[in-house]
Nanobody, 120 residues
Framework: QVQLEESGGGLVQAGESLRLSCAAS????????MGWYRQAPGKQRELVAV???????NFADSVKGRFTISRDSAKNTVTLQMNSLKPEDTAVYYC??????????????WGQGSQVTVSS
């Protein structure tokens, strides 16, 4: 059974920090990348940050310089360190795991979502 266990969401004041973590288990396919998406009410889901097996990273322009992402491949965990949080960062954050099989077919797994609220 596939499980993505998220932790670390919460309510903070502007300028403070939070750390989101996600641990994946039960995934038999090769993991190409792990990352985080977010969705605010009335808005589309957007990519926040992603890290590949080779540890290449990509960030949304709005979080560059404030957020960092890391992974532990042996443990299949990904961590998003969020610093200098702004009210605009308020959203539900979803852990994402991108997998592929030997034929190149892809499948995505999603966490349940973690609420991050930043007050001004």
């Amino acid at each position: 059974q596939v499980q993505l266990e998220e932790s670390g969401g919460g309510l903070v004041q502007a300028g403070e920090s939070l750390r989101l973590s996600c641990a994946a288990s039960g995934i038999g396919l090769s993991i190409d990348s792990m990352g985080w998406y977010r969705q605010a009410p009335g808005k589309q889901r957007e990519l926040v940050a992603v890290i590949t097996r080779e540890r290449n990273t990509n960030f949304a322009d709005s979080v560059k310089g404030r957020f960092t992402i890391s992974r532990d491949s042996a443990k299949n965990t990904v961590t998003l360190q969020m610093n200098s949080l702004k009210p605009e960062d308020t959203a539900v954050y979803y852990c994402n795991v991108h997998t592929r099989n030997i034929f190149g077919r892809a499948f995505d797994y999603w966490g349940q979502g973690s609420q991050v609220t930043v007050s001004s």
